[in-house]
């Protein structure tokens, strides 16, 4: 089974600052990816980057990196030079090499700060 | 652009009264999904059409049931709804192929409401 913990509900960070969010997980598959989406109060999940289990390189995509510590089985997002438009609930979630299922974590809420 | 579409987007509807919610998608991906998502909670996923091939959660309730009369749409029937199936019922899309092709994109969601 897999499992995904994220140990932060809430967090606050200052406009243009850089905040990270936490993420663990736990699987017995060796082949997985690992994937952020950010929900905003509007209700859509909107994806924001991926991570494959095998990818050697950190993932990014604009603003945001993945943070892929494989041995300590975290996957944490950095968001650089935070925008009042990030507040919002983040999701770090997985999916087993073997099946097409999105574990999901419980969330981070993030506020960010004029 | 191509997208997920999800209609409508809030839905009112009396205790016990059938309802449904439609799902459309211009990405011709061969995945469609059903997650049902409670007030600060994670999506929990219902069930999922890989083409017509219909896959549900073990946990899903027999109220829930599920339509992919073609690629572009799929549909969410509750049969009989309870209070406690108001949430945020979101669909979602992938090429399901493995890897960064299995990455799952979203509809706006649909809210109900069970009066």
């Known amino acids: 089974a897999q499992k995904i913990t994220q140990t932060q509900p809430g967090m606050f960070v200052q406009e243009k600052e850089a905040v990270t969010l936490d993420c663990t997980y736990d699987t017995s598959d060796p082949s997985y990816g690992l994937f952020w989406y950010k929900q905003p109060s509007s209700g859509e999940m909107i994806f924001l980057i991926y991570?494959?289990?095998?990818?050697?390189q950190n993932a990014t995509e604009g603003r945001y990196s993945l943070n892929f510590q494989k041995a300590r089985k975290s996957a944490n997002l950095v968001i650089s030079a935070s925008q009042l438009g990030d507040s919002a609930m983040y999701f770090c979630?997985?999916?087993?090499?073997?099946?097409?299922?999105?574990?999901f974590g419980s969330g981070t809420q993030l506020t960010v700060l004029p | 652009d191509a997208m997920v579409i999800q209609n409508p987007r809030y839905q009112v509807t009396q205790f016990g009264k059938p309802v449904t919610l439609s799902c459309s998608q211009t990405l011709n991906h061969n995945v469609m999904y059903w997650y049902q998502q409670k007030s600060s909670q994670a999506p929990k996923l219902l069930f999922h059409y890989y083409d017509k091939d219909f896959n549900n959660e073990a946990d899903t309730p027999d109220n829930f049931q599920s339509r992919r009369p073609n690629t572009s749409f799929c549909f969410l029937d509750i049969r009989s709804p309870g209070l406690g199936d108001a949430a945020m019922y979101l669909c979602a899309t992938s090429r399901g192929l493995g890897g960064e092709a299995d990455t799952q994109y979203f509809g706006p969601g649909t809210r109900l409401t069970v009066l």
């Open positions: 979630a997985m999916s087993p090499g073997s099946a097409r299922q999105l574990t």
């Open positions: 991570q494959g289990s095998y990818d050697q």
